[in-house]
């Protein structure tokens, strides 16, 4: 149990690294002040599931709003492209690659957790999942060694 959810904090990691460096990119293409900044409080912002992306944006609009509002609206626009495809794409592939766990899998389990849970079923859907996976592999690993050793059983008592 551990070991997925090590995995699963290893699986959102790598998806905050990946768009702290499409923030940052995006950033410095559009030629905004401190992108560097931005892009890193964009990155760690997307280690809180679902809100976090709306939240790393705030700094960057409060920074630029008054002294650059047509950058930040083209920042704006880029960051809520990025959060789709991200939504969409990169996580469900990442976090689904590195705890085995098929993306359309993730995407239904996140649909079906928001709707019923909302945010916080949404934050722990996968993980939660991934921990219930592993258990029936567990419980299903038990009880074929139990059919075996009956089996044995039965064979040494003939």
Do not use: W
């Not at 959102?12 to 002040?33: E, P, Q, R, T, W």
């Not at 809100?51 to 630029?64: E, F, Q």
Request: charged share 15%.
């Amino acid at each position: 149990m551990n070991a997925t959810i090590a995995r699963y904090i290893s699986g959102v990691a790598i998806d905050a690294i990946i768009i702290g460096c499409l923030a940052f990119i995006g950033y410095s293409v559009i030629g905004l002040k401190y992108a560097l900044v931005f892009a890193i409080f964009s990155g760690l912002a997307n280690l809180i599931p679902y809100v976090g992306p709306s939240i790393g944006l705030i700094p960057m609009i409060i920074a630029n709003v008054f002294t650059d509002p047509h950058r930040m609206l083209i920042a704006v626009i880029y960051m809520l492209i990025i959060q789709q495809v991200d939504g969409n794409i990169l996580y469900p592939r990442i976090v689904g690659g590195v705890m085995k766990v098929h993306p359309i899998t993730i995407l239904v389990l996140l649909l079906l957790s928001s709707n019923i849970y909302g945010v916080i079923g949404m934050i722990v859907a996968v993980p939660t999942y991934s921990i219930l996976k592993e258990i029936s592999k567990f419980l299903s690993r038990l009880y074929e060694n139990h059919k075996i050793m009956k089996e044995r059983e039965r064979q040494l008592a003939k």
